[in-house]
């Protein structure tokens, strides 16, 4: 089966600019995750889908970030103005039971440089 | 809250030896999961192994086996015969059993692991 797909690969933006990234799922995966991994540190949740609806969103910056996920697919996660310290890795994941106890399956992930 | 303490940033092992990498959590929970992930280069975070707390037998996957003690809350990774392709981040990570807002993983910070020749 075709993997979790994220776009673009690399992203370099200024700060106070406006940047989004894309996810599709593993097709069939009902919950949707994106991680923020800052250098040095584990992934942190951001924002927490089940189908088209969130689930958690309390470690979302919500002034500068915001995420959706039409039709219960992709998602797409857009973070307007960037400052600095949102450099970082950016992690999407699925998994099929929503409880995600089996675990997720992660994209490879979009590297973000704010300068 | 849940914490996730792996107190070895980086780790070296000697292509085919047996290689232990420790983690420790916090949790009032007496239910839960626990995970290692590795993270080679790609960046693509990939599940090694998990655990259920309930279980008492520890998981095992081919040459990666976990010893997990409960009552001290300690989850390590043993990687038997290590290759290079083992080389890579790995992290550990715990789930609550609850739904909703808690049902996130909360990770590590991650160990280093160098294979050599």
């Known amino acids: 089966e075709a993997g979790v797909a994220q776009s673009p690969r690399y992203k370099i933006i200024e700060k106070r600019q406006s940047v989004a990234f894309w996810c599709n799922p593993i097709?069939?995966?009902?919950?949707l995750y994106w991680y923020q991994q800052i250098l040095g540190q584990g992934p942190k949740l951001l924002i927490q889908?089940?189908?088209?609806?969130?689930?958690?969103d309390s470690q979302l910056p919500k002034d500068r970030f915001s995420a959706e996920r039409l039709k219960g697919v992709d998602s797409t996660l857009k973070i307007q103005p960037a400052k600095l310290e949102d450099s970082a890795v950016y992690l999407c994941?699925?998994?099929?039971?929503?409880?995600?106890?089996?675990?997720?399956?992660f994209g490879s992930g979009t590297r973000l440089t704010v300068v | 809250a849940q914490t996730v303490t792996q107190s070895q940033p980086e780790m070296s092992v000697q292509e085919a030896e047996t290689v232990t990498l420790s983690c420790t959590y916090d949790?009032?929970?007496?239910?839960?999961?626990l995970f290692w992930y590795k993270q080679p280069p790609s960046r693509q975070m990939i599940l090694v192994i998990r655990?259920?707390?309930?279980?008492?037998q520890n998981a095992t996957e081919n040459r990666f086996s976990v010893n997990f003690q409960k009552a001290a809350k300690s989850f390590s990774l043993k990687i038997s015969d290590s290759q290079l392709g083992d080389a890579a981040m790995y992290f550990c990570?715990?789930?609550?059993?609850?739904?909703?807002?808690?049902?996130?993983?909360?990770f590590g910070t991650g160990t280093r692991l160098q294979v050599t020749l």
């Open positions: 889908f089940q189908n088209n609806g969130v689930v958690d």
């Open positions: 097709s069939g995966h009902a919950t």
């Open positions: 949790t009032s929970e007496s239910d839960y999961y």
């Open positions: 990570a715990y789930r609550s059993p609850n739904t909703g807002t808690a049902s996130k993983l909360t």
């Open positions: 655990q259920e707390a309930y279980k008492q």
């Open positions: 994941a699925s998994s099929l039971e929503w409880t995600g106890v089996y675990g997720y399956t």
